[in-house]
């Protein structure tokens, strides 16, 4: 069977403008934020926390 499948992570978009993906990373006690565009949150006590700095880089980084 064959499909065209498509990625799970869409690719970099060829304007100029780079995807802004993020994912928590938890470290022992810790969770860390890191998006796809090279930045990532200090180290947090909760994931919450975490998935929180994301959303913000995301929306600091959409304007
Ligand atoms: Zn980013």
């Known amino acids: 069977m ?3 499948a498509r990625p799970a992570i869409p690719h ?3 304007d ?9 990373t938890e ?3 810790f969770a860390v ?3 796809s565009c090279g930045w990532h949150s200090p ?3 909760s994931r919450d926390r975490a ?7 995301h929306t600091a980084s959409a304007t």
């Open 43 to 45: 180290a947090r006590r």
């Open 27 to 29: 470290k022992g006690a």
């Open 12 to 14: 970099q978009r060829h």
């Open 16 to 24: 100029g403008t780079p995807e802004h993906i993020t994912s928590v």
């Open 2 to 4: 064959t499909h065209d």
């Open 51 to 57: 998935r929180r700095d994301a959303e913000e880089h």
């Open 33 to 35: 934020a890191h998006c």
